[in-house]
């Protein structure tokens, strides 16, 4: 058969030429031909392809029972122009809870014996063997997530706290797998440090190293950054940086509280007064200039976070975003170091209800190319015994989702059988009142077009959401717009009745005066 043009290119170039398309685009690529397969499933190609791929936001929301009604674990992604997405990440069971994400892949925890790794954008995962076989101490905090860029590895991190009295909320071990090695390593940590900072304060990985707080005695501020090298499984302290105290409210809040994270490549931290998780005053962000010299540079001061905005806030793509008191999610465009939030301007992203509770995370993920099948053959890898929906405790909720999909999809048969009726009815009075004299002809026309008036045409079937599982931001659009779309017919069967019987009236007066 005659070769295709582009397979007669370079191989660099077809591979340049690719790294301007999605990871889905590619995905469906990689079926036209056993060359271009090739290059699109290559590890190396992966690797390169994620420098070109533009990265998302994540929005984690944990299940939990909200006003007696249990929920699943969802999420929902925002593109680059900050638009949410309407179908749910399909690789996030309904227990799952996220520990981490780098380049595509997700690090997800179950309440079972296994650690799920997840490829965002194929669908593939992997199911780790935990450390620990006791999943009463167990939680989704302890573990992280990160790629060191020298060894080009992924590494699952594990907190991890005996079961002893004297070692209750401490540790003094990490525990480390690498994808692809048979088990898990044990690092020992220089002194015992405490999970609690690392439960309510974060944990960041950037370039290879790993950050939290630890509490520190010896210091006036009572907190201190640890590091964890990845590569050389050393350890390190860090002194937070100076903060200022002058618009402090003494006697309001819990002095202060301090998160970790991630801004635009750079391990940073942030500081606010807080008063039962909710966040008011003065937001100070600093960023460390570098592991070696630990110098920190203040990135922003934020000023009147008010009315309150819960503890829940993220910095990225030259934005920051906050979780409001009412349940609405808000982003602001972060104009300089130092400015002052006028909540005019403040863009509303998504009503976070029934859910905006506490627990929710932001996440940076890209789609990606990364496999997993090339770790699959390790003796720490197994297959899930179940399926993620598969739960009896979920079987309420699928029901509940397939009454509703039923509902969609008698709706629709009804108002195709009311289009077919309209079309029949404008014939048959056409036919019918040919002969009925010019007063009763319009008469009988203006009651048939009040009745089309309550007869319009009705939008395209709807999609399915069985195809595409929704996450929670859409399935609660999609029962406004069915409960719209039920009163609207309800309101046209009844104008209808109404209407057709005074019809009917007319035509029964004309046949009498025949």
């Avoid at 079972?112 to 939680?139: Q, V, W, Y």
């Avoid at 390790?378 to 009454?403: C, F, G, N, T, Y």
């Avoid at 039920?486 to 309101?491: A, D, Y």
């Amino acid at each position: 058969m005659e070769e295709s043009i582009i397979n007669c290119l370079p191989t660099e170039l077809i591979e340049h030429i690719f790294f301007s398309l999605p990871a889905s685009c590619l995905l469906q690529c990689t079926g036209v031909c056993k060359k271009w397969h090739k290059i699109i499933r290559d590890s190396q190609f992966a690797l390169a392809h994620l420098q070109h791929a533009p990265s998302c936001t994540l929005l984690f929301s944990p299940q939990g029972s909200i006003s007696g009604k249990l929920y699943p674990s969802d999420a929902v992604i925002f593109d680059e122009a900050w638009l949410p997405s309407k179908s749910a990440v399909p690789v996030i069971g309904p227990d799952d809870r996220i520990c981490g994400s780098c380049n595509g892949l997700l690090c997800l925890h179950t309440p079972t014996s296994m650690i799920k790794i997840a490829n965002l954008a194929t669908g593939e995962c992997l199911h780790l063997k935990k450390p620990t076989r006791s999943l009463k101490d167990d939680h989704f905090s302890f573990y992280r997530f990160g790629f060191h860029p020298a060894t080009k590895k992924y590494m699952v991190i594990h907190f991890f706290q005996k079961s002893s009295p004297l070692t209750v909320g401490r540790f003094n071990v990490i525990q480390v797998y690498t994808l692809g090695d048979e088990k898990w390593k044990d690092v020992v940590t220089p002194e015992s440090l405490s999970l609690n900072c690392v439960k309510n304060s974060g944990v960041a990985i950037v370039d290879g190293t790993m950050y939290w707080l630890a509490e520190d005695t010896g210091s006036d501020w009572q907190h201190v950054v640890m590091s964890f090298d990845l590569g050389k499984e050393s350890f390190a302290r860090i002194q937070l940086p100076a903060v200022d105290l002058e618009d402090w409210t003494v006697g309001i809040g819990d002095d202060r509280h301090y998160w970790i994270m991630e801004i635009d490549g750079k391990v940073c931290v942030s500081t606010a007064q807080s008063l039962e998780g909710m966040l008011f005053g003065k937001l100070q962000i600093w960023t460390l200039n570098g592991h070696a010299d630990q110098r920190w540079n203040q990135k922003y001061i934020i000023h009147h976070l008010s009315p309150f905005a819960r503890g829940l806030h993220f910095v990225h793509g030259g934005k920051i975003v906050i979780q409001h008191h009412d349940s609405n999610l808000y982003s602001y465009e972060l104009l300089g170091k130092n400015f002052e939030i006028e909540l005019s301007k403040m863009a509303k992203l998504l009503d976070l209800r029934p859910r905006g509770e506490d627990g929710m995370q932001f996440y940076v993920c890209v789609k990606s190319l990364v496999p997993l099948d090339v770790y699959a053959k390790a003796a720490i890898v197994h297959r899930p015994k179940h399926l993620e929906w598969k739960l009896k405790k979920w079987e309420a909720w699928e029901q509940d989702r397939l009454m509703q999909e039923d509902v969609w999809r008698t709706m629709h048969q009804i108002e195709h059988e009311l289009m077919v009726l309209k079309q029949r009815m404008i014939l048959e009075v056409k036919e019918k009142t040919q002969h009925f004299p010019d007063e009763s002809q319009q008469r009988i026309n203006m009651e048939v077009d009040l009745i089309l008036q309550h007869m319009q045409d009705y939008p395209e079937q709807h999609a399915s959401p069985m195809l595409r599982r929704l996450n929670w931001v859409e399935t609660m659009q999609e029962r406004k717009k069915l409960a719209a779309r039920l009163e609207k017919l309800k309101v046209s069967y009844e104008a209808m009745g109404a209407s057709v019987d005074r019809a009917l009236s007319c035509v029964r007066a004309s046949d009498n005066l025949d």
